[in-house]
């Protein structure tokens, strides 16, 4: 079951929150492993991702934020942006056999930034795998998508330590 969570957190993570971290901070607490992105030369996204592993060495939490530029004057309809990330994750777990569930995109916030998010249930026949929480905001120049994952004891131990780091994240969002 570990090994399938690693490859599906590689998927979801791969592609669901992709376009959408230089500026923002995020201060990683310890025992959270930090992994590089390699991102494209020239380019304005950054991301930043950690994960959190179990006592057996095995990955119980990842949180990924993602940053991109905003063209000037226009503005991002970030409850879109959730509904979209919602539907990457869903055409990819189904490929896989697997079934989802995700609450109503609802408003949020990022910090201090207006926002959206969902969270999703990922089952395999019937049972429990993996908890997603999907988060999107935007500023008047620069968009992040936030996205973290765990097994369902991953994700109820680690949700009190994500949402500090989501609460302590540093966005640039004036400019």
């Not at 376009?19 to 950054?46: H, K, M, N, R």
């Not at 939490?61 to 990457?88: D, F, T, Y």
């Not at 609450?103 to 930034?113: A, D, Y």
Request: with cysteine; aromatic share 6%; charged share 15%.
């Amino acid at each position: 079951m570990q090994n399938r969570f690693v490859v599906l957190m590689v998927s979801i993570f791969g592609g669901a929150a992709q376009a959408l971290a230089g500026d923002s901070t995020i201060a990683w607490p310890q025992g959270w492993q930090v992994e590089p992105i390699p991102v494209e030369p020239g380019s304005e996204v950054s991301r930043q991702r950690a994960v959190k592993l179990d006592a057996r060495g095995e990955p119980a939490m990842v949180v990924e934020l993602s940053q991109s530029p905003v063209e000037a004057g226009h503005v991002v309809n970030v409850a879109g942006v959730v509904l979209e990330m919602r539907k990457a994750v869903q055409q990819n777990f189904s490929r896989g056999g697997y079934q989802s569930a995700c609450t109503r995109v609802k408003p949020s916030t990022l910090n201090e930034v207006p926002a959206a998010e969902t969270t999703c249930t990922i089952t395999l026949n019937g049972g429990h795998v993996i908890t997603q929480t999907l988060v999107a905001a935007a500023g008047p120049s620069k968009a992040w998508a936030l996205s973290y994952a765990g097994t369902p004891d991953g994700y109820q131990a680690n949700e009190g330590t994500v949402l500090e780091i989501r609460s302590s994240l540093v966005l640039d969002a004036e400019h």
